[in-house]
């Protein structure tokens, strides 16, 4: 079976500065897969090569077998990525319904005019992505919030509205960037739980750029570390935390020194 994800030698330049270099690592279908690492590692760069908004200098990245370097996001969305963001990128003065449905478009048949026309095969694939989308709503505990704006809304729920309409994609792959950012420790422990049903209830491979190690060692099967732009090593979490060479990385040198 082919990796949900592969990429090999995956190189990003802006003008004279490397940003990535020679990135390579394999996502298993199914796994739940962290890429962690101090401030200026390359990860949300690299998350931006994956999801198609950076177009990375030279390398491969492949979805499910699929070639997709430089690829658009519309078109990783029809091979089945979705993404969430640091910073939920979210329409405020929509209702929390509407966002959520923004994730369900790719699913439409027909395309621009069959919309505007509301042609019937059109009107019932959009009656049952809008009762989808209020079922999973419901299901997260936010179907009193679906008709509010969702500048109503807390950066907690904001969040989970982003994820859902993610969700609503129907992805095979899911990009989670930075989902515990700004998070109470109550909400983290809700997130981990959310991702956790997530995985047992979908056919879906999940990767995570975060900080929280707390959620990486709760959630991740395996996780890539980068430093600098570069594969650092590849193990658990656990492995990843008692390698002296991340600690190094975190922490610095000297600090690594006295601490051992």
Not at 168 to 193: C, N
Not at 209 to 224: N, Y
Not at 231 to 251: F, H, N, S
């Amino acid at each position: 079976m082919a990796a949900s994800l592969s990429l090999k030698d995956v190189n990003l330049h802006f003008g004279g500065v490397k940003v990535l270099q020679d990135v390579s690592f394999d996502v298993e279908p199914g796994a739940i897969f962290g890429l962690v690492g101090p401030n200026g590692a390359g990860k949300t760069s690299l998350f931006n090569c994956i999801s198609g908004h950076y177009r990375p200098s030279s390398g491969s990245i492949t979805i499910n077998g699929t070639e997709v370097l430089g690829s658009a996001p519309s078109r990783l969305a029809r091979l089945g990525l979705a993404r969430t963001f640091q910073h939920p990128a979210l329409q405020l003065n929509a209702t929390v319904l509407q966002n959520v449905l923004l994730g369900g478009h790719i699913r439409l048949p027909g395309g621009p005019v069959s919309w505007a026309l509301r042609l019937p095969f059109t009107a019932r694939a959009e009656r049952a992505v809008r009762a989808e989308a209020l079922e999973l709503l419901k299901r997260a505990g936010l179907g009193w919030a679906a008709d509010l704006p969702a500048d109503e809304l807390s950066h907690g729920l904001h969040k989970g509205v982003e994820l859902w309409r993610a969700l609503l994609s129907k992805p095979s792959l899911l990009l989670l960037d930075e989902p515990a950012a700004g998070l109470s420790h109550g909400e983290v422990e809700q997130l981990i739980a959310t991702v956790r049903r997530i995985r047992a209830e979908q056919d879906i491979t999940i990767i995570i750029v975060e900080h929280h190690m707390g959620l990486i060692s709760a959630l991740t099967d395996q996780v890539v570390v980068l430093d600098h732009g570069r594969k650092l090593m590849a193990g658990t979490a656990a492995e990843a935390q008692a390698d002296p060479r991340v600690i190094e990385a975190y922490i610095g040198k000297d600090a690594a020194d006295d601490a051992a």
